[in-house]
T-cell receptor, first 115, second 116 residues
C-alpha cells in the first residue's frame, strides 16, 4: 500500500533555531516528492519538488533532501522565523501508468516557532 | 499571474440550502482539482478536471456536483449537505495532470465551509 509517513507530528522550536522534518514513503513506482507549507486555514504552498535523480534542493532557508534508496526525505529549516509556524506536508507522486500519476499526501508536521 | 482564487472565503449554510464554491486561475493550466480538508488532516482529492472534462471522481457523494464552464473556472455546487461536510475546500490547478515531475500544483486559499 502506498503510504507517506511524517515525523514528528508536531514540533516547537525557538525563533532562530534550525529544525529538520522527516518523511518516509513506501510509494512505488516513485516519480517525485514535494514539500508544501500550509498556514492554518490557507491553501498549501509549494516549497520544493524533487525527482529521483535529485538529492538536495533549496528554496531560501528551506533545504529538502531525498534518499531514493532508503525512501526518505527531510526538510531542513535554517534560522527559523515566527512566520515559519505552519504545517509542512510531504507529498509523493507515483506513476500509475499510461502517463498518469497519483499523489499520496502525508499527514503533515505542525511546526510552532516561538519567540 | 500565478494565483488561484477562490470565493467565498467563508460560507455558512443549512442542510437544505443550495450554494456554489468558485475557483479561478489565469495561468493557462488545463487541469483543475477540488480537495476537501478536515482539521489536522491532509487534503483529500475529490475531483479532477482535465481539459474541462471530469477525469477523476473519488467516489464523492452526489450532493457535491462539480462543473468546469471553461478552462479558467471551476465550480463546486453544494446541495443537501450534512454537518460532517464542514471543512476547508481547496481548489488547485496544474499545467498538466499533477504528479508529473514538472506539473506543480498551485493551491487556492480555500473556502471554509460550515454546514449547520
Amino acid at each position: 500500500k502506498n503510504q507517506v509517513e511524517q515525523s514528528p507530528q508536531s514540533l516547537i522550536i525557538l525563533e532562530g533555531k534550525n529544525c529538520t522534518l522527516q518523511c518516509n514513503y513506501t510509494v512505488s513506482p516513485f516519480s517525485n516528492l514535494r514539500w508544501y507549507k500550509q498556514d492554518t486555514g490557507r491553501g498549501p504552498v509549494s516549497l520544493t519538488i524533487m525527482t529521483f535523480s535529485e538529492n538536495t534542493k533549496s528554496n531560501g532557508r528551506y533545504t529538502a533532501t531525498l534518499d531514493a534508496d532508503t525512501k526518505q526525505s527531510s526538510l531542513h529549516i535554517t534560522a527559523s522565523q515566527l512566520s515559519d509556524s505552519a504545517s509542512y506536508i510531504c507529498v509523493v507522486s507515483y506513476d500509475s501508468g499510461a502517463g498518469s500519476y497519483q499523489l499520496t499526501f502525508g499527514k503533515g508536521t505542525k511546526l510552532s516557532v516561538i519567540p | 499571474d500565478t494565483e488561484v482564487t477562490q470565493t467565498p472565503k467563508h460560507l455558512v449554510m443549512g442542510m437544505t440550502n443550495k450554494k456554489s464554491l468558485k475557483c479561478e486561475q489565469h495561468m493557462g493550466h488545463r487541469a483543475m482539482y477540488w480537495y476537501k480538508q478536515k482539521a489536522k488532516k491532509p487534503p483529500e482529492l475529490m475531483f479532477v478536471y482535465s481539459y474541462e472534462k471530469l477525469s477523476i471522481n473519488e467516489s464523492v457523494p452526489s450532493r457535491f456536483s462539480p462543473e468546469c464552464p471553461n478552462s479558467s473556472l471551476l465550480n463546486l455546487h453544494l446541495h443537501a449537505l450534512q454537518p460532517e461536510d464542514s471543512a476547508l475546500y481547496l481548489c488547485a490547478s496544474s499545467r498538466g495532470l499533477a504528479g508529473g515531475p514538472t506539473n506543480e500544483q498551485f493551491f487556492g486559499p480555500g473556502t471554509r465551509l460550515t454546514v449547520l
